[in-house]
């Protein structure tokens, strides 16, 4: 049986699906969802304009149950990456009462309550996120091995890793975490 030891630092790396959000969660179609979806995606610091139009979509907009959801879901993604968890989640929270079988929703969530450093609440949510197959499965099982490191169990977050670079070939994310960890056999 093999054993692992745990590795002398944990993984301060969190996918938060900065640029992965766009390939998960799109809206369909013209208005204030896709300009929200259009700005989510280009993103890269100016994320009240980008919000400011989720909202208004959200308010202002008659969009159906699943793109509403992923409106939610973008809009999850722009305040996560203003550090603004809380609100993150709230949003994470409205688009999985609205359509419970979207993975976007699981696996966002979980990334928030790892930068909340809350890795038990986490595992769940990522969980769920693998359960549901989401489109970017890689990132769930890079998120769950990070909360499951964090919890204590080395050998899920090492098999975790792999999983995540076994479905994304080549990701140097994953690449770097499995470096970290020495594998040692019994003896004798």
Do not use: H
């Amino acid at each position: 049986m093999r054993r692992f030891i745990r590795p002398a630092f944990f993984a301060s790396i969190i996918l938060t699906l900065a640029a992965p959000a766009s390939a998960q969660v799109f809206v369909i179609g013209n208005g204030l969802g896709a300009e929200c979806y259009q700005k989510t995606a280009r993103a890269s610091g100016n994320f009240i304009d980008a919000e400011t139009s989720c909202t208004r979509a959200l308010r202002e907009e008659t969009m159906n149950r699943e793109n509403r959801a992923k409106t939610y879901v973008n809009r999850g993604v722009l305040r996560m990456r203003a550090g603004r968890y809380d609100q993150a989640i709230a949003d994470y929270d409205s688009a999985v009462n609205l359509q419970p079988e979207l993975g976007a929703a699981w696996l966002n969530r979980g990334a928030a309550l790892i930068y909340q450093k809350d890795f038990a609440s986490a595992l769940p949510q990522l969980n769920r996120a693998i359960e549901l197959n989401s489109q970017d499965l890689f990132a769930a099982y890079y998120n769950r091995a990070i909360a499951r490191e964090n919890t204590g169990d080395v050998q899920g977050a090492y098999s975790d890793f792999n999983k995540a670079l076994e479905l994304r070939p080549g990701w140097d994310l994953a690449e770097r975490q499995l470096t970290r960890f020495q594998i040692k056999e019994p003896n004798g």
